[in-house]
């Protein structure tokens, strides 16, 4: 957390409300005045809850700052969260949809609505605004974004519209099978092993059915061979982003690249990628995310 720069006062207030964590930024324009983050997410938290922990995380700024807005997105506008922000269905712009919280009296609150698919059926909250981030920094973008994370999603986008997109789980399955699963004795995940996890990414691209007796190999490979467990780390990681190139196939091939995420998974996949052709460029997450608030508190003036 950090203090207010109470030389300024902010004109909003931008906030990523997902299931873990509440992370709030004091606003003038597009400029950072300040930032905190606690650990009250979405998970942790009943509706009636929210409204009583935002206020309680805006006052440890120690301003008075009754009625300046927030614009908010992530699971906070999910069925379990303050108020449910509805899913809108494809082709849609992802920077045109807002609702605002009802019967919030110290300030309005803004949660912008999820994207929703309906054949094959898939959903997104949250990403959304990331991608509203990036066409407010990169508005003739054309191509598909990759953003990874526990459900990496991949979007088509073409003239400022998502088209289509795809969820993959692989961030949750590399949790649960590291931490979990008999391959838990087997990894160190403080380290890295490029050259492991290039081989493993590109024999589950090339061949994902034989790739899949590679998840057991790992432990026999440390039994009986000595693996070294951060090269055992990487070839899990390359196996299954080999298997989410392998199942996107169509989504990225041929096409331009946008990764929006955190600096180190954002360069495996860039590093997957760029090993079958694809030109990528990063959007990080943060600044990537503020854009998207940004862009959506603009228009705030139009919200039901």
Known sequence: ???????????????????????????????????????????????????????????????????IPVV????????????????HPTPTDPRAHLIRVPDHAPRPVYIACGIRQDDPPDVMRGEETQIAGLLAQTPEFDGVVCLPGTHTKWVRLRAGRIERFQSCMTGELFELISQQSVLRHTLDLQGSDLSAFDAACAEALGDPAR??????????????????????????SGLLIGWELAATRDLW????????????????????????????????????????????????????
Request: with cysteine; charged share 15%; hydrophobic share 45%.
């Open 72 to 87: 908010a997105c992530g699971m906070v506008g999910s069925r379990q969260g303050w108020s449910e922000a509805p899913y």
């Open 1 to 67: 957390m950090s203090a207010a720069d109470i030389s300024a006062t902010p004109e909003w207030i931008a906030a990523d409300w997902g299931t873990t964590h509440l992370r709030l930024w004091a606003m003038r324009g597009q400029n950072v005045l300040s930032k905190r983050s606690c650990d009250q997410g979405m998970g942790r938290l009943s509706p009636a809850q929210f409204g009583p922990v935002l206020e309680a995380e805006i006052a440890q700024w120690g301003a008075d700052w009754a009625g």
């Open 253 to 304: 091939s041929g096409q331009t690249a946008a990764l929006i995420g955190t600096a180190k998974l954002a360069a495996l996949y860039a590093r997957a990628l760029g090993a079958n052709g694809v030109q990528t460029q990063d959007y990080p997450a943060e600044p990537t995310t503020l854009a998207g608030l940004h862009a959506a508190w603009k228009t705030i003036g139009a919200c039901p």
């Open 211 to 236: 790739a899949y007796g590679g998840l057991f190999a790992l432990r026999a490979a440390a039994l009986l061979n000595g693996l070294d467990p951060i090269s055992a780390a990487s070839r899990l």
